[in-house]
């Protein structure tokens, strides 16, 4: 079971009250972009066996949408933060860092 | 004008609690900053209570503020009164980003009372409700079984639940079932 806490409205979430929303902080390519960037960002993802950082909807609640860092295998949540940011804060990113020595952040995904 | 009736005229089920339909309610959303003062004074000028904290309501009576997201209020005040409170706070707020709509008929209300009262929401919903996580005007949206519903407890062994009309019917078998005798589970200390 996987329970989130929306940092919209501090609500401890199970996974049935919230929409997965994928990915997160994907690079949105616009009209002018190459085939190649926009069938990226379109199609491609990882699909990490660990680290993963998520867009979620707190749906059966606040409605509001969020961040959420987790490990795919574990189910560990390293934290929650307010989908205005556009990319781990850094006590998100220490948190993942002590479990998983050597994960760094990726920007421009 | 028709005469307007609720979604289970007042049906009732005694079991392990008692489950009420409660009627007509007067339900009106209200969206906007909770910072602005005019959203703050338009809701508990026509609601009568403090404005609620995150994650709680304020209720007396059939008057109340339930807070519903970092944008959205519940305001509960008699059916009666939907309309002239929707004119006023609308009044209230003209020139404030905001929106006021009475939903009054698009919801239903039930009262869930007894001492096992913890117990049946927990069997259909999804939140912690042992005593020490949730209490007396703590207020929570979530979901019953497959539907959404949104719940408040009133008194030590009392909720109000209320969800979308449409699903009055469900919502009322489901908690008739998790309220049917020799269901019980005694897993929260009686009357806590
Ligand atoms: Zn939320």
């Given amino acids: ?29 616009g009209p002018g972009a190459p085939d190649e960037a926009f069938e990226s960002y379109l199609f491609h993802r990882e699909n990490p066996r660990g680290v993963h950082i ?7 609640g606040c409605g509001k949408w969020f961040h959420a860092a987790r490990c795919t295998r574990t189910l560990e949540v ?31 995904k | ?62 008057r109340g503020l339930a807070w519903m997201s970092p944008d959205e209020l519940l305001v ?3 059916y009666a009164e939907a309309d ?9 707020l003209a020139g404030t980003h905001s929106l006021v ?5 698009a919801r239903a209300m039930f009262r869930i009372s007894g001492p096992a009262a913890r117990e049946v929401l927990a069997k259909l919903c999804p939140v912690d409700l042992s005593p020490g996580a949730f209490g007396p005007g703590d207020f929570r949206r979530t979901r019953a079984a497959q539907v959404p519903v949104a719940f408040w407890m009133q008194a030590d062994d009392a909720f109000a639940l209320i969800c979308f009309r449409s699903v009055a019917g469900y919502v009322f078998d489901l908690l008739k079932t998790a309220a049917r005798p020799g269901g019980e589970i005694g897993y929260f200390p009686a009357g806590a």
């Fill in chain 2, 76 to 78: 509960l005040v008699p």
């Fill in chain 2, 101 to 105: 709509v009475n939903v009054s008929d």
């Fill in chain 1, 54 to 60: 998520e867009r979620w909807r707190h749906a059966h």
């Fill in chain 1, 78 to 108: 390293f934290g929650t933060y307010p989908a205005q940011i556009t990319a781990p804060p850094q006590p998100i990113r220490d948190a993942i860092a002590a479990k998983h020595p050597g994960w760094a952040w990726k920007e421009g």
């Fill in chain 2, 84 to 92: 002239r409170a929707v004119a006023a706070m609308q009044a209230e």
């Fill in chain 1, 1 to 29: 079971m996987l329970l989130l806490t929306c940092p919209c409205c501090g609500a401890e979430a199970d996974e049935t009250e919230l929409q997965p929303g994928g990915a997160a902080h994907l690079t949105r390519v």
């Fill in chain 2, 1 to 62: 004008m028709s005469d307007p009736v609720s979604a289970l005229n007042g049906a009732a089920y005694d079991g392990v609690v008692r489950v009420e339909e409660l009627g007509l309610r007067g339900m009106i959303t209200l969206r906007g900053d909770h910072a602005s003062v005019a959203v703050k004074n338009a809701a508990t000028g026509v609601a009568g209570v403090d404005f609620p904290d995150a994650l709680a309501c304020d209720t007396v009576g059939e």
